[in-house]
């Protein structure tokens, strides 16, 4: 078994989120068309740029049973209008597949949301925070502070990940920043 494995260390490089061999994911501003809440100031901030918001590289050494998966991403600081720089969220195809979140640097939150009973949650992912994302779980991931917040995410080789669902129905809250705080509203 052991001999099947090419490589099981990485070196990494949290702020850029680079992990040489690994699968990078780049997603820019247009990529996230629908995402923010405030339609006119998303046209305005991609006619000046079509910034990179985050960039995650993803870690798969098999695909088996019992078989984990990882991917290491840095999310930007900014906003849109308010609203802070987000990922655009899933859920997992194998909607069971639980994930662990372990914070690097940077601060912010995750956004989970119940598939089923649409409750909502906002837990804090930075250095020194951990996150656990049960199964059945929409997550996204948002930057509050001034930096790149960096993390891992481990969760089941057979996870998979379905943007679609989520999309369609967008999540239910939005995190936005109010006399300098962030807060938490209803879309
Ligand atoms: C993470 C996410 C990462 C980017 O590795 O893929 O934070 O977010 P989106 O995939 O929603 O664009 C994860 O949750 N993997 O399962
Ligand atoms: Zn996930």
């Given at each position: 078994?052991?001999?099947?494995?090419?490589?099981?260390?990485?070196?990494?490089?949290?702020?850029?989120?680079?992990?040489?061999?690994?699968?990078?994911?780049?997603?820019?501003?247009?990529?996230?068309?629908?995402?923010?809440?405030?339609?006119?100031?998303?046209?305005?901030?991609?006619?000046?740029?079509d910034s990179l918001l985050y960039r995650v590289t993803a870690i798969e050494p098999a695909d088996g049973?019992?078989?984990?998966?990882?991917g290491l991403g840095a999310l930007y600081?900014?906003?849109?209008?308010?609203?802070?720089?987000?990922?655009k969220g899933h859920l997992h195809s194998a909607r069971e597949a639980a994930e662990v979140y372990i914070g690097l640097?940077?601060?912010?939150?995750?956004?989970?949301?119940?598939?089923?009973?649409?409750?909502?949650?906002?837990?804090?992912?930075?250095k020194g925070s951990v996150v656990y994302v049960p199964g059945y779980t929409a997550h996204r991931t948002m930057n509050?502070?001034?930096?790149?917040?960096?993390?891992?995410g481990i969760y089941p080789a057979n996870a998979g990940h379905d943007y679609g669902a989520i999309a369609e129905r967008n999540f239910?809250?939005?995190?936005?920043?109010?006399?300098?705080?962030p807060t938490l509203k209803d879309r």
């Open positions: 078994m052991l001999e099947t494995f090419k490589q099981l260390a990485h070196p990494y490089d949290a702020l850029s989120a680079e992990i040489p061999g690994g699968k990078v994911v780049e997603r820019r501003l247009s990529q996230l068309q629908g995402c923010f809440a405030d339609e006119a100031a998303y046209q305005a901030a991609l006619e000046k740029e049973t019992g078989d984990l998966h990882y600081p900014g906003k849109i209008g308010n609203e802070y720089f987000l990922t640097s940077g601060s912010g939150y995750m956004l989970l949301e119940d598939e089923q009973s649409g409750e909502s949650r906002l837990e804090p992912l930075g509050t502070s001034t930096e790149p917040l960096t993390y891992f239910l809250k939005i995190l936005v920043e109010e006399n300098g705080k």
